[in-house]
């Protein structure tokens, strides 16, 4: 198949995630066979039966990781690829799919970033986002656990994941819907959740605000996450954040905050937190910051938040010392500006 396309020039215009490198890493998983037919192929539309239990039932999970072209050399390096591998195992286990062997398609896909490696952009805020899917493919209506997946690596070229780039974004807390329910599947990264968030997320474009707050499923009173990001807040100089109780995926990039807060003696604490609590803070001047964070974004500073029709507004509108401070330390490791103390970089050349 001839896929011969260019890695445009620049990507402030370039929707997120919206063009492809030229391969992705292809296995099949039978139930009698294990997994077989691992490859490297064109990137190119896959065949499925339309009776195939994925398109039916949705058992689908991915992942969201990212490589960096590191300063100096020129090397190209993954960000923890081993712990969103692991927590993709994790969500296989969730939704009664095989798991895959981390090593393995680690050393796979080293290998497809560096056939495609000049898909790997250089520029400040850009990176090759990576995302391993595995869906149920075996044929039947039949609601029942499959015996046949296909697992696959496709590679896309980014820029920031909002259109404000790193400015605040605007987000407007739901009181109608949740993200996720109590003994559910919130805390592992399967298709259905993401479908399910798009209604609220419509209804908060249409109001002008582009993401959405969600509120715990039991009470809707506490704060889970902000659009498929996880939330910091910076109360009277301390990090708060909501802890994992099983309605929230664990972030890998949630994690690294953590880490580099413990590092620079900054108080943090993961506590539930109320959205009383967040408006009636923002509005007597203790909440000074509001971000999220994930893979895509890094980190998304809250600018403003719609709650019951107030608007309360965080830091003038503008990105905060602390979101700034965290969002530089995680892009500087990435970069290769800053040692990497942690062993969070895997290097491919
Ligand atoms: N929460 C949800 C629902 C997500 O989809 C993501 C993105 O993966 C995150 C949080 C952030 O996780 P991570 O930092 O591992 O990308
Ligand atoms: C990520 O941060 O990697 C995500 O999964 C967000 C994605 C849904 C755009």
């Known amino acids: 198949m001839n896929n011969k396309k260019t890695l445009p020039s620049a990507f402030d215009s370039v929707p997120f995630g919206s063009i492809f490198s030229e391969h992705m890493f292809v296995m099949k998983w039978h139930t009698d066979r294990g997994w077989h037919d691992a490859k490297i192929q064109p990137h190119q539309p896959l065949q499925m039966d339309p009776g195939c239990i994925n398109l039916h039932y949705g058992p689908s999970i991915f992942e969201g990781m990212k490589a960096f072209r590191t300063v100096g050399d020129k090397h190209i390096a993954l960000f923890r690829p081993r712990e969103h591998l692991t927590r993709f195992n994790r969500s296989a286990r969730r939704m009664c799919m095989p798991e895959i062997d981390v090593l393995f398609v680690l050393q796979k896909l080293k290998e497809l970033i560096l056939i495609d490696q000049e898909w790997v952009p ?85 109001q002008g605000f582009s993401q959405v707050l969600w509120l715990d499923p039991l ?92 608007i309360h507004t965080i830091h003038n509108n503008t990105t905060g010392p602390v979101a700034q401070q965290f969002l530089k330390a995680l892009q500087d490791i990435q970069q290769g500006h800053a040692a990497d103390t942690n062993g969070w970089l895997d290097y491919i050349t």
Do not use: W
């Open 122 to 206: 250089a520029s400040p805020g850009t990176a090759l986002y990576i995302r391993p899917t595995m869906m149920a493919v075996e044929k039947t209506l039949n609601l029942k656990v499959a015996n046949e997946f296909l697992f696959f690596i496709v590679l896309s070229p980014v820029g920031a994941l909002y259109k404000e780039g790193f400015n605040p974004t605007s987000i407007m807390v739901s009181t109608q819907y949740t993200r996720a329910s109590v003994g559910g599947v919130g805390d592992v990264k399967t298709a259905g959740n993401y479908a399910a968030c798009m209604l609220a997320q419509e209804e908060a474009k249409a």
């Open 219 to 310: 009470e809707r009173a506490y704060v889970e996450e902000v659009g498929a990001m996880n939330i910091f807040f910076v109360i009277n100089n301390e990090l708060i954040t909501p802890p994992l109780h099983g309605t929230i995926l664990p972030g890998i990039t949630r994690q690294s905050i953590i880490n580099l807060a413990h590092q620079r003696e900054l108080p943090i604490t993961e506590r539930r937190i109320s959205i009383n609590e967040v408006v009636q803070r923002i509005d007597d001047g203790s909440l000074t910051e509001m971000f999220g964070t994930g893979t895509a974004a890094i980190v998304a500073p809250v600018g403003k938040l719609l709650y019951k029709n107030t």
